[in-house]
T-cell receptor, first 114, second 116 residues
Framework: KAGVTQTPRYLIKTRGQQVTLSCSPISGHRSVSWYQQTPGQGLQFLFEYFSETQRNKGNFPGRFSGRQFSNSRSEMNVSTLELGDSALYLC?????????????FGEGSRLTVL | GENVEQHPSTLSVQEGDSAVIKCTYSDSASNYFPWYKQELGKGPQLIIDIRSNVGEKKDQRIAVTLNKTAKHFSLHITETQPEDSAVYFCAVSGGGSGGGADGLTFGKGTHLIIQP
C-alpha cells in the first residue's frame, strides 16, 4: 500500500513569491493534516481537512491556505513568502476525522526562501 | 493553548541500556498522547500511543506511562539498539474547545543517540 506522497520534495523561492505544495494521502484516508517543521519551533499544526472541508486551522497568518479535493488529495499554498517560511512542510493522512488516531506522515517538502 | 515541554533535548546511551524521555502538558482536558520517531530525511512515524483512561502501555521494548494528575507522560525504551537512534517527539491532543479538532501539539523533540 503506497504511503503519503508529497511533491515537490525540495524547492527554492525568493521573498514575495508564492508556493503550492501537494499531498496525496494513503488510499482510503479522508483526513489530511499539514504541519510546519523548523529547528526553532519544532512541529506546528497548520490545518486539517476532512471530506474537502477545513476542520481547523492552527495559529498561522492568512498567507497560509489549503484545500482538499474530492479524491482526498490536498494542496497548501503560501503567498508573499518571507524568509521565516523556510521549513519542512509535512502532510499527514488518517482514517479518522478526529485527532486521536494514528497520523501517517509523508517525507515532506523542504522549502527554502531566499 | 496547549503547551508541551519535552526533556531532554539530547540523550546519549550505551547500546543495551535503557532510555527515558519525559513530557509535560498544560491542558488537563487532553486525552490522547502519541509518540513519534523521526529518522533523518523521513517523516515522523507513530511508535506508541496512550489514551487518558490507561496508565501504562507496552509494546515489546517500548513502553509509555501516563500520570494525568501530574500532567506528564514518559517514553521508555529498553535494550536499546543502533536502529533506535533518531529524534523522538511526544504529542498531545484532545483538549481545548475544539473537541479534539485542534491538531496535535508536539514537544520540541529528543535526539536519541545509541553509542555502540
Amino acid at each position: 500500500k503506497a504511503g503519503v506522497t508529497q511533491t515537490p520534495r525540495y524547492l527554492i523561492k525568493t521573498r514575495g513569491q508564492q508556493v503550492t505544495l501537494s499531498c496525496s494521502p494513503i488510499s482510503g484516508h479522508r483526513s489530511v493534516s499539514w504541519y510546519q517543521q523548523t529547528p526553532g519551533q519544532g512541529l506546528q499544526f497548520l490545518f486539517e481537512y476532512f471530506s474537502e472541508t477545513q476542520r481547523n486551522k492552527g495559529n498561522f497568518p492568512g498567507r497560509f491556505s489549503g484545500r482538499q479535493f474530492s479524491n482526498s488529495r490536498s494542496e497548501m499554498n503560501v503567498s508573499t513568502l518571507e524568509l521565516g517560511d523556510s521549513a519542512l512542510y509535512l502532510c499527514a493522512s488518517s482514517l479518522a476525522q478526529t485527532n486521536t488516531g494514528e497520523l501517517f506522515f509523508g517525507e515532506g517538502s523542504r522549502l527554502t526562501v531566499l | 493553548g496547549e503547551n508541551v515541554e519535552q526533556h531532554p533535548s539530547t540523550l546519549s546511551v550505551q547500546e543495551g541500556d535503557s532510555a527515558v524521555i519525559k513530557c509535560t502538558y498544560s491542558d488537563s482536558a487532553s486525552n490522547y498522547f502519541p509518540w513519534y520517531k523521526q529518522e533523518l530525511g523521513k517523516g515522523p512515524q507513530l511508535i506508541i500511543d496512550i489514551r487518558s483512561n490507561v496508565g501504562e502501555k507496552k509494546d515489546q521494548r517500548i513502553a509509555v506511562t501516563l500520570n494525568k494528575t501530574a500532567k506528564h507522560f514518559s517514553l521508555h525504551i529498553t535494550e536499546t539498539q543502533p536502529e533506535d537512534s533518531a529524534v523522538y517527539f511526544c504529542a498531545v491532543s484532545g483538549g481545548g474547545s475544539g473537541g479534539g479538532a485542534d491538531g496535535l501539539t508536539f514537544g520540541k523533540g529528543t535526539h536519541l543517540i545509541i553509542q555502540p
